[in-house]
Nanobody, 123 residues
């Protein structure tokens, strides 16, 4: 059974940094591209960042480019999202997702999802 478990979300102030983690189990992690998505209240789930299976390719949403960094440790079956210079508009539930094969930017392209972790940025 595939499980993705996010952690690291909490309440922070604008300008702070935060690192999210997503631990995967029940799959051959190195065969999966990974993605981070987020969903704010009343809004659709949106792409944040993705990382290819080997980690060489890392596309980002324009809204987070230069502030967020996605990385992965295939030995630990974990993907990370380092978030710097956080803004109130980054407030959302953050989800990690796994896709067998190459990375993608669309929600519907991913095969497995975690339960999400709440990030709240106060102004």
């Amino acid at each position: 059974q595939v499980q993705l478990v996010e952690s690291g979300g909490r309440l922070v102030q604008a300008g702070d940094s935060l690192r999210l983690s997503c631990a995967a189990s029940g799959l051959t992690f190195s065969r999966y591209a990974m993605g981070w998505f987020r969903q704010a209240p009343g809004k659709e789930r949106e792409f944040v960042a993705a990382i290819s299976r080997g980690g060489a390719r890392t596309p980002y949403a324009d809204s987070v480019k230069g502030r967020f960094t996605i990385s992965r440790d295939n030995a630990k079956n974990t993907v990370y999202l380092q978030m710097n210079s956080l803004k109130p508009e980054d407030t959302a539930v953050y989800y990690c997702a796994a896709r067998l094969s190459d990375y993608a930017l669309a929600v519907y392209d991913y095969d497995y999802w975690g339960q999400g972790t709440q990030v709240t940025v106060s102004s």
